[in-house]
């Protein structure tokens, strides 16, 4: 039987030392606590991130290895340099963070239910109102078609879910993303687990204790000023000289 230690939600959020996640499942950390913007922003900041199934207890989690990508080791195959030359996509920042979370969590054809419960999201976009959780939207003939979302930890941004309902959208929404990322010069990306999709743009496994000193490096550099401006989100020239 798994004993967890147990958050007291009345309380402030007090997470456990990360050494003392399990190693069977991976990661897993604690339960309890609350969903809110303060205790999200303060797992983010300590390396841990919540996920649960539908009708279990918050689950929080800090898996070893971790899968990053460093923005300078970023990939992009060539079918998709093929779909990026095409501009199918308008893309865009921070437009429609909702309906980015609701796409997100919409069911995918092997399940009825989503991670991404009516608690997770409406917790998510309280982060995005304090201005810390961000989108990309990817636009086609006036429709979201894809995108995906994550938290902005200084120079560190933590991708949290992606969908995409048009061919490749929400990769090519990911590709903008990482372009501007570069040239705010942040240092990582999270991307939590490994998966071959992730491991395709070129996202390695590292130890919990170097991206912990990442966290303790970046995670109190401020993002660029202008990174608050819509007008500076512009980038196809940017993606035609340094991707395609």
């Not at 195959?77 to 093929?82: A, T």
């Not at 979370?101 to 309280?126: F, I, K, V």
């Not at 982060?127 to 120079?155: F, K, M, N, P, T």
């Not at 999709?197 to 390695?204: C, P, T, V």
Request: aromatic share 12%; charged share 20%.
């Amino acid at each position: 039987m798994i004993e967890l230690p147990w958050l007291d939600p009345e309380q402030p959020p007090l997470f456990p030392s990360v050494d003392e996640a399990l190693s069977d499942p991976p990661g897993l950390l604690a339960f309890g606590g609350q969903l809110n913007a303060h205790w999200l922003l303060h797992a983010y900041q300590s390396g841990i991130f919540p996920w649960f199934n539908p009708g279990e207890p918050i689950l929080w989690w800090s898996p070893s290895p971790r899968m990053v990508i460093l923005p300078a080791e970023f990939k992009v195959r060539r079918s998709l340099k093929k779909t990026l030359r095409k501009q199918l996509y308008d893309i865009t920042f921070d437009q429609d963070f909702k309906s980015v979370l609701e796409g997100c969590a919409a069911a995918r054809n092997y399940t009825e239910e989503s991670w991404l419960t009516p608690e997770m999201r409406q917790a998510y976009l309280a982060l995005h109102h304090a201005g810390y959780a961000h989108s990309v939207e990817a636009w086609q003939d006036g429709q979201l078609v894809g995108g995906l979302y994550g938290v902005a930890i200084g120079r560190i941004f933590c991708g949290e879910s992606m969908f995409a309902k048009a061919t490749d959208a929400s990769k090519v929404a990911f590709v903008h993303l990482v372009e501007q990322l570069k040239a705010w010069k942040f240092e990582l990306i999270d991307c939590q687990v490994y998966t071959d999709h992730l491991a395709s743009f070129g996202a390695k496994e590292i130890e919990r204790q170097v991206f912990l000193g990442y966290l303790a490096e970046y995670a109190n550099v401020a993002m660029p000023l202008e990174s608050t401006s819509p007008e500076l989100w512009c980038l196809e020239q940017r993606i035609k000289e340094s991707v395609l």
